[in-house]
């Protein structure tokens, strides 16, 4: 059974830093890209930043380029989210999601963990 | 990036309606569209793939149909765990998500 476990999630001032983790049981974790998708309170979904499975292709969304670091390390089927200068508006549960391709080009969301609340508050 | 468009925002039903939620996109995605609902509190889920491919253990009276541009999905006998919100999301480029559809009892 696929499992991922967020953590670190919490409470932080405005410019402050925090770093998520989830750790991923029940697939081979190197051989998937993995993302990170947030939700704001009582909002939409927007995708964060994803991490290819084979290579290092990386890629973020506009809104948190140059400030979020996504890594992995498939030794541990763990991957990561550092966020530093963080702003009110980056409040939201951070989801960490596991991606498959279809017909080799098509790219979706096969599974999700349960998130990690994260407040951006003075 | 390509804009996803869902209509309609919210809608009323009741147990057994036959429902449509549309999903269009800004340019051509092929077929590289899937689906999400999501019931308060909990993750999204994945229902369909690739515009139209059922993800195992989804029930079959949810559906999915299109291409290019526009899309459907389509739960054919609304049943009462079906109440929920519903995103469409594009896997053609960097991914985005549709702002959602509320399944709301009537």
């Known amino acids: 059974e696929v499992q991922l476990l967020e953590s670190g999630g919490g409470l932080v001032q405005p410019g402050g830093s925090l770093r998520l983790s989830c750790t991923a049981s029940?697939?081979?974790?190197?051989?998937?890209?993995m993302n990170w998708v947030r939700q704001a309170p009582g909002k939409g979904l927007e995708w964060v930043s994803s991490f290819s499975g084979s290579g290092n292709h990386i890629v973020y969304a506009d809104s948190v380029k140059g400030r979020f670091t996504i890594s992995r390390d498939n030794s541990k089927s763990t991957l990561y989210l550092q966020m530093n200068s963080l702003r009110a508006n980056d409040t939201a549960r951070y989801y960490c999601?596991?991606?498959?391709?279809?017909?080799?080009?098509?790219?979706?969301?096969?599974?999700w963990g349960q998130g990690a609340l994260v407040t951006v508050s003075s | 990036d390509i804009q996803m468009t869902q209509s309609p925002s919210s809608l009323s039903a009741s147990v057994g309606d036959k429902i449509t939620i549309t999903c269009r996109a800004s340019?051509?995605?092929?077929?590289?569209l899937n689906w999400f609902q999501q019931k308060p509190g909990k993750a999204p889920k994945l229902l369909i793939y690739g515009a139209s491919t059922l993800q195992s253990g989804v029930a079959s009276r949810f559906s999915g149909s299109g291409s290019a541009t526009d899309f459907t999905l389509i739960i054919s006998s609304l049943q009462p765990e079906d109440f929920a919100t519903y995103y469409c999301?594009?896997?053609?480029?960097?991914?985005?998500f549709g702002q959602g559809t509320k399944v709301e009892i009537k």
């Open positions: 999601v596991k991606a498959d391709y279809y017909d080799g080009s098509g790219y979706y969301f096969d599974y």
């Open positions: 340019q051509s995605i092929s077929r590289h």
């Open positions: 999301q594009q896997g053609y480029t960097t991914p985005t």
């Open positions: 029940g697939f081979t974790f190197s051989t998937f890209a």
